[in-house]
Structures are given as C-alpha cells and as structure tokens.
C-alpha cells in the first residue's frame, strides 16, 4: 500500500456534538481532537513524564478494577499491556492536547482515556474506535475522575 492510500485511511467517531473523521491508525480519539482544537494557546505538547504518570495511575487503577471484579480481566490485561508500553515512552505521539488548558486537565484524561482503550483494541485485535468492546469511560476511565488522576499523575 502507498502512503497516500495510508494516509487516506480513516475512521469516523461520533459524541454528543456530531461526527468527526479521525486517521484511522491513531490511538486517540474524538475527545482528544476536540481538547486540541479548543486549546491552541501556549505551543507546548504535553510533558511525556506527565504522559507516563498518568499511564502509571490508570494502570493502578486498571489492577485495582479487576481485583474489584469491576473490569473483566482480559479487558484488565489489554488495559496494563498498554499502559506499560506507554510507561516504557511509546504512542507519546498520540497525546495531542496541549499542556496549558482548562477543566482541570480533562482533555489529556480524555487522551489518556482514548489511547490506553484503542491501543487495548488493537491488542485485543480490534479496530480503534470498537468502544463496544473496551471504552475509554466505562472501561479505562472506571472508578475514576479528572480531578483525581490527573493531580494523582502531577504529584
């Protein structure tokens, strides 16, 4: 396959404000376009150490779900095994937002979120986007808020 059939790839997500098209590859989603698009103030990507905290806690809290028998654990396992290889500085890329704006860090929760569940996906053998199949909320995000993981991950 070329680049251009490569880069012509895509996929459609769709939330409560309509329909966005997304590079079918990417590992994050609606969520994640829409808090870099609202915030293009400073210039300044996401810190990768931040990126790998807030693996850190979301894998925490992916152990803790499957322990709780809130998360089934094949689900649990996908979840860990991209975390980890976020922890170890890969698919940083995929963090769009920037590091300065506002709700309290829910665009890079959200990114996290987005990435961590399509990367689970994709190792589960999925298409990104199959939120079906493991959910950036219910699933990654579970047991948890903003305005705990993402403080969580800074301090």
Do not use: C
């Not at 997304?22 to 810190?47: D, K």
């Not at 979840?79 to 769009?96: P, R």
């Not at 961590?116 to 986007?129: S, T, V, Y």
């Amino acid at each position: 396959m070329s680049l251009g059939e490569e880069l012509r790839k895509v996929r459609k997500e769709k939330d409560l404000l309509g329909t966005r098209t997304l590079p079918a590859n990417a590992y994050y989603g609606i969520h994640s376009v829409r808090a870099a698009e609202n915030y293009t103030t400073s210039g300044y990507r996401i810190h990768p150490q931040l990126v790998i905290a807030l693996a850190m806690v979301k894998k925490a809290a992916a152990l803790a779900n499957r322990k709780a028998g809130t998360l089934e654990p094949r689900k649990a396992q996908a979840i860990v095994q991209a975390t980890d290889e976020i922890i170890a500085g890969k698919w940083v890329d995929q963090f769009i937002g920037e590091a300065i704006q506002g709700g309290a860090g829910t665009g890079i929760n959200m990114n996290a979120n987005e990435v961590i569940a399509n990367r689970a996906l994709d190792i589960l053998g999925h298409k990104p986007g199959d939120y079906a199949e493991i959910h950036p909320l219910d699933d990654v995000n579970n047991g948890q808020s903003t305005n705990d993981a993402v403080p969580t991950a800074i301090l």
